[in-house]
Antibody, heavy 123, light 106 residues
């Protein structure tokens, strides 16, 4: 059974930083691209970042490029998202999701999702 | 950048058919995926590559895509289908979601 479990969500002041983790199990982690998607409570879904399998090519939404960094540790089957330069507009639930393919920029769907981690940016 | 347009809400009586639209410029030339999200839950993939249905998703869910509109159709709507539904594409640079449609079962 595929499982994705996010952790690291917390309250952080504007301008601050934090890192989210997503522990994966139930599939061959290195062979799948992964993504982060966020959702302001009560609002729609917004893609944040993606990373391919072994070559680890990365892709970012314009709203976070230069501030957020996606990475992965295939030996630990874990996906990461480092968030910096945070603003109140970054307050959201951050979901980790598995891409259906090995390479992220393939137009493939996100076929499994974690339950999300809440990041609150507030002073 | 590419924009996907979804009506904010639709209401359907139980047993009837719900038709959820996702509009975009020449969207018929792209692969469209659909997600269902119930309150307090993570999104769930219900249709991918326009028409494919993941295992476990009822046959009542189907998709189509042509011209400027992709469509998710839910036949014999049940109370358990009440949720937000999002369409999604890859535009070559960005992964894009529509704004979502809230399906209310009357």
């Amino acid at each position: 059974e595929v499982q994705l479990v996010e952790s690291g969500g917390t309250l952080v002041p504007p301008g601050g930083s934090l890192s989210l983790s997503c522990a994966a199990s139930g599939f061959t982690f290195w062979s799948q691209a992964m993504a982060w998607v966020r959702q302001v409570p009560g609002k729609g879904l917004e893609w944040v970042a993606g990373i391919s399998g072994t070559n680890e090519d990365t892709f970012y939404a314009d709203s976070v490029r230069g501030r957020f960094t996606v990475s992965r540790d295939n030996s630990r089957a874990t996906l990461f998202l480092h968030l910096s330069g945070l603003t109140v507009e970054d307050t959201a639930i951050y979901y980790c999701a598995r891409d259906h393919n090995h390479y992220f920029a393939s137009g493939t769907p996100l076929d499994y999702w974690g339950q999300g981690a809440l990041v609150t940016v507030s002073s | 950048s590419y924009v996907l347009t979804q009506p904010p809400s639709i209401s359907v009586a139980p047993g009837k058919t719900a038709t959820l639209a996702c509009g975009g410029d020449n969207i018929g030339r792209r692969s469209v995926h659909w997600y269902q999200q119930k309150p307090g839950q993570a999104p769930l993939l219900v249709i991918y590559y326009d028409v494919k249905r993941p295992s476990g998703v009822p046959e009542r869910f189907s998709g189509s895509n042509s011209g400027d509109t992709a469509t998710l159709t839910i036949t014999m709507v049940e109370a358990g289908d009440e949720a937000d539904y999002y369409c999604q594409i890859w535009d070559g640079v960005h992964l894009i979601f529509g704004g979502g449609t809230r399906l209310t079962v009357l």
